[in-house]
Each structure stands twice: as C-alpha cells, then as structure tokens.
C-alpha cells in the first residue's frame, strides 16, 4: 500500500477507509478480522481501480 498511496498516507487509508469490497471494513480491521493479506490487498486494488501489474 505504501508503494501506491506513499508511505504518509497507507497507515491512515487503511485505518480509515471502509471498504465495500470488505462488507465495509478498514484494512485494518480485515487483517485484524483474520483475512489473508492478499486477499484485502485484492480488495484494495478493486476498490482504487488499480493497474492489474500493480496486483
């Protein structure tokens, strides 16, 4: 995430921002819900539109 949103903004993006793609949990909370780290980055790049080589 850092790599994307810069090294300031990923702590906040991920503690703040409700994700759909998550049944609208943070980042934070999914990883913290237990779900693989891939699977919320999957939902973080669905959710930002990213490039698929940025996956």
Request: proline fraction near 2%; aromatic fraction near 10%.
């Amino acid at each position: 995430m850092e790599a994307h949103f810069g090294a300031g903004y990923a702590s906040s993006w991920a503690r703040d921002t409700r994700l759909v793609e998550l049944e609208g949990l943070t980042v934070e909370e999914a990883l913290k819900a237990g779900l693989e780290a891939q699977d919320v980055w999957r939902a973080v790049w669905a959710h930002e539109g990213l490039h698929p080589k940025e996956r």
